[in-house]
């Protein structure tokens, strides 16, 4: 009972997670050492939950630093409203910080985030937990101001590797795919990896993936562990296969409005403690990949490792085929990327 309470409040994550906020006014070039700045955040998650633990934490963090002269107030829960809004906010200055996914980031100019929807470009999580602390990590972030998003990136909070499930369909080689229908996420690259595979891909709102699992709209979809176990997959799904197609971050960001505000050193500040709190969040998902492990198999979900992976990323050539060229620079640092 114990461990499931503790999976519940802590570990409930999907990669659709928001966050957002606004502030009270700074000053880029006031440099009054006890002005206090208030960042207004909003959470689309509970407090409870590890994004929201990990958004507390950062804002603990920013009143240690700076005896309490910036600080979080953080609504949880997705109190300011929708990604649209909560992402118009940040564009306006009506919200100062949020989070969001780098698919979504996609659709407002910040096109080169797309490298963290290519199929298997990360070997493991330690692989993409290295590129984003990596100097082209950093300049990703960086590009996304100066892509014209008028949003600042702070930093990352890297999720688990998202795998394939199914309703009933054992699938260990990727030959298995072959016309089954899979929900898929709506990126170009994630509806070609799909087709890749020679799945169908299928377009369900997530609201709705659990009833069309139940109901055979679709054979399968993918989520990291936390996404499928906060969202019940294990009740309507018999089997997971280990592929790890995809491990892709939430990116922490600021208003553009509100970070030309800020005086450098207040900068400098918001980005370590943002850097803090995303090694507070490594440990909580690292405790969490271990608990759910155990906790999907204990529902009764099948989990199999994926057999000859070789084949598995093989088989999505055609994807970098299309969109290699547009990332080539950045493929190379992450395939000679030590860590």
Same mark, same amino acid.
């Given at each position: ?39 207004? /955040?909003?959470?689309?998650? *509970? ?46 200055? /009506? ?23 290519? *199929? ?8 993409? !937990? ?31 590797? !998202? ?18 229908? @899979? ?18 891909? /299928? ?45 892709? *971050?939430? @990116?922490?960001?600021?208003?553009? @409005? ?11 500040? @918001? ?18 990949e271990v608990e759910l492990d155990k906790a999907i198999r204990d529902a009764g979900v099948t989990v199999l490792e994926a057999e000859n992976p070789e084949e598995w990323r093989a088989k999505v050539q055609p994807v970098y085929d299309m969109y290699g060229e547009q990332f080539k620079d950045t493929i190379a640092a992450i395939s000679e990327?030590?860590?």
């Amino acid at each position: 009972m114990k461990k499931n309470s503790f999976i519940l409040i802590l570990l409930t994550l999907s990669l659709v997670s928001v966050f957002a906020n606004g502030q009270e006014e700074s000053g880029k070039n006031s440099n009054k050492v006890d002005e206090k700045i208030v960042f207004k /955040v909003a959470v689309n998650n *509970p407090e409870s939950h590890a994004m929201g633990q990990s958004w507390k934490k950062f804002g603990e963090l920013l009143e240690s630093e700076t005896d309490g002269r910036l600080a979080l107030d953080i609504y949880y829960g997705g109190q300011l409203g929708s990604k649209t809004v909560c992402l118009q906010g940040l564009q306006t200055g /009506v919200i100062d910080m949020y989070m969001i996914t780098p698919s979504v980031l996609c659709d407002y100019g910040a096109e080169d985030l797309k490298i963290f929807s290519l *199929p298997y470009i990360f070997s493991d999580l330690e692989h993409a !937990r290295a590129f984003t602390k990596s100097s082209e990590g950093v300049k990703l972030l960086d590009y996304i101001q100066t892509s014209g998003t008028r949003m600042v990136g702070l930093g990352y909070f890297q999720d688990l590797p !998202r795998h394939y499930f199914f309703k009933d369909t054992k699938v260990t080689k990727v030959s298995d795919l072959a016309g089954l229908k @899979i929900r898929s996420q709506s990126s170009s690259i994630d509806l070609e990896t799909m087709k890749a595979f020679g799945a169908s891909p /299928v377009t369900v709102a997530f609201s709705e993936l659990y009833s069309a699992l139940q109901t055979g709209v679709v054979d399968g979809a993918e989520q990291p562990f936390t996404g499928f176990y906060s969202n019940q997959f294990q009740e309507v799904a018999e089997y997971m296969v280990l592929d790890g197609h995809q491990i892709s *971050p939430s @990116i922490g960001l600021i208003s553009e @409005i509100s970070w030309n505000k800020l005086s450098d050193d207040d900068r400098d500040i @918001i980005k370590k403690c943002f850097s803090e709190a995303s090694t507070y969040w490594d440990g909580l998902i690292d405790e969490a990949e271990v608990e759910l492990d155990k906790a999907i198999r204990d529902a009764g979900v099948t989990v199999l490792e994926a057999e000859n992976p070789e084949e598995w990323r093989a088989k999505v050539q055609p994807v970098y085929d299309m969109y290699g060229e547009q990332f080539k620079d950045t493929i190379a640092a992450i395939s000679e990327l030590e860590y």
